[in-house]
């Protein structure tokens, strides 16, 4: 091909024609002469463009945004979103994709702006990049971030003008936004506590960082059908959900007496996407430490080749493990590692501690004696810039000058020394927010919900402030319980694996086709060793109406449980209208 064409397009065109040309071959016709035969594709996009032509060939239809990745990858879209912001502009059709590429989400109609959500492997960030965070929300956002369920940071409320301006700054500051929307590995995320957790076996944080920077450096991990999940756990108090990931690393002890070298290894789970019903599960596979980068790049590029890009709601891993199997979608991940994996029984594992589901809010106590770390409530994951800037000077002036984000829309403030402890929690109250580890404050989460996300139904955040408020005043719990409150079915707050969960829906009020925000509300879900998918109990409740039912639902429980048993096993016990009828006597 002519020496006019940039690499992208040789790329696109080659693989249109040999797609075109296996059609042909498959339909029975000679493909047409040519001048000369077609080169095989190279470079970093060829593996995700062979991909496309194989579906093509199989006579199936790409997805629009498929054909947008081949026409132009996000990546190289960056000049145009210079002239973008320059102009004005928001992005139209395929660019809206493109842009997430960047991290730039245009979130109309909810709001006519963008939210960027940023790359913080392993959730943790120095005290000067959280402010610098808070001074980027402030100038160029709405003054506020949300922390999300992968322990990142979202500014939300970004002008057209200004979306260049937020991703340059969290340059200057060493992070990035970068592949942290559309079809990539979304945030790296790990144990909160990693390195200062009394129980953990493994730190998790040099990982969380190595597989971030291969990302990063490594463009054919943005080749993927659609987004991918990867978490690291190092077994600490404070669970990192790997269970709900692609990919997910477990810190584990082998005994001695099975094969191989005792002592802590990973084990690899595969397949976690909770929004459609499914957990991470076990492969009987081991990898040492310094393997994990290697295996995870490993089982990217053998999704990239097996992903599904015809269908959006079915181009996730599990839907590759559900069609080759575990054994054969494994056997392709060995192949493009270039070795056998390490398998063991679940004999040769120890168990794993339990994580504590109240840890991260309150003092705890870390492994280097006379320091703490301290879990900061943030009321559904928000804080406003002088907030913001009111912790870094906090963790600066009393801690190790780290904050660690967590999937719980929380964080933490480390190194705090037993002295400082009154001052800390003081200082945090001055801000207006809380140390306080009640059950509920604990276990509530919500996604953006409707003020900020096209594809809500309700005011998710808005509706668990409103639970918060006002199960806090009338239900005196005595253990955790989960409220999960996502806005649609992408389950963003992972109401499946809540205790209770709520998923937005549009609640007719009467013939005209008026509606108001409201919830189906889901019951008995669970993660880690008491992992579950919740059922649904209720459905089309009115938002102003499911407090009440939250309420009924936990009094029940206080009334008619047994000894010890959880919110979620006294809902299993029971038979859909059995619990209704239990909730409504309470």
């Given amino acids: 091909m002519g020496a006019d064409f940039t690499l992208d397009q040789k790329l696109y065109l080659e693989g249109f024609v040999s797609g075109a040309k296996a059609v042909q071959v498959a339909r029975g016709a000679a493909p047409a002469p040519s001048a000369a035969p077609v080169a095989e594709m190279t470079g970093p996009d060829a593996a995700s463009h062979r991909a496309m032509a194989r579906t093509e060939a199989e006579g199936r239809k790409l997805t629009p945004e498929e054909k947008a990745k081949r026409e132009e990858l996000g990546l190289d879209a960056y000049d145009r979103m210079r002239h973008a912001a320059r102009d004005g502009a928001f992005p139209k059709g395929p660019d809206v994709l493109r842009w997430k590429y960047h991290g730039l989400f245009y979130v109309a109609p909810a709001q006519d702006s963008f939210m960027c959500r940023m790359r913080i492997p392993g959730g943790i960030l120095t005290h000067w990049q959280f402010r610098g965070i808070a001074d980027i929300a402030a100038r160029n ?13 979202q500014i939300r409320e970004i002008p057209p003008t200004d979306g260049i301006a937020v991703l340059e700054g969290l340059v200057g500051l060493g992070l990035t936004a970068k592949g942290s929307g559309a079809d990539n590995i979304r945030n790296v995320t790990g144990t909160p506590t990693a390195g200062i957790d009394p129980q953990e076996l493994l730190d998790t944080r040099p990982l969380a960082n190595a597989w971030h920077h291969y990302i990063l450096n490594s463009r ?71 393997e994990a980068v290697d295996v995870a790049a490993a089982i990217v590029r053998a999704f990239i080749d097996t992903g599904d890009r015809t269908d959006r709601k079915k181009a996730r891993l599990k839907y590759v493990l559900d069609s080759l199997g575990f054994d054969g979608f494994l056997k392709r991940v060995e192949a493009k590692l270039g070795r056998p994996f390490t398998r063991v029984s679940a004999e040769a594992v120890k168990p794993r501690a339990e994580p504590d589901r109240l840890a991260h809010l309150g003092v705890h106590p870390q ?79 919500a996604c953006t919900g409707a003020k900020g996300c096209r594809f809500a139904a309700a005011d998710t955040k808005g509706t668990a402030r409103a639970i918060l408020a006002h199960c806090e005043e009338r239900v005196a719990l005595d253990g955790p319980v989960n ?9 963003c707050a992972q109401h499946y694996i809540g205790d209770i969960g709520l998923i937005g829906a549009r609640v007719p009020v009467n013939d005209d086709g008026d509606t108001v925000d409201g919830y189906h509300i889901l019951v008995g879900g669970g993660f880690g060793s008491a992992a579950a998918i919740a059922r649904e109990l209720y459905q089309y409740v009115p938002a102003d109406d499911a407090l009440a039912v939250v309420e009924r639902l936990l009094k029940s429980w206080l009334a008619h449980r047994t000894a010890g048993e959880s919110f979620a096993d006294f809902t299993r016990r029971f038979e859909p209208d059995a619990l209704k009828a239990l909730a409504e006597a309470a």
Wanted: glycine residues 16%; charged residues 15%; proline residues 2%.
């Fill in 141 to 153: 956002g709405g003054g506020y971030t949300d922390i999300t369920t992968r322990a990142n940071l």
């Fill in 220 to 290: 054919d991990m943005y080749g993927l059908p659609r987004k991918f999940n990867v978490a690291f756990d190092g077994a600490g108090t404070i669970g990192a959900l790997e269970d709900t990931n692609d990919i997910g690393f477990q810190a584990v002890e082998v005994i001695d007496g099975f094969g191989i070298a005792p002592g802590v290894w990973l084990r690899l789970v595969l397949g976690g996407i909770t929004g459609h019903k499914d957990f991470a599960r076990d492969t009987g596979i081991v990898v040492r430490e310094g």
């Fill in 483 to 491: 409220i999960h409150v996502t806005g649609c079915h992408n389950s």
């Fill in 367 to 445: 492994k280097q004696v006379g320091l703490n770390y301290v879990g900061v409530a943030t009321p559904v994951g928000r804080m406003s810039a002088v907030q913001m800037r009111g912790l870094a000077d906090i963790s600066a002036r009393f801690g190790d000058g780290d904050i660690r984000l967590t999937v719980w829309q929380n964080l933490l403030i480390s190194g705090v020394a037993d002295a400082d402890i009154a001052a800390v929690t003081g200082a945090v109250e001055a801000l207006g927010l809380s140390t306080k580890a009640t059950p509920l404050q604990a276990g509530i989460v």
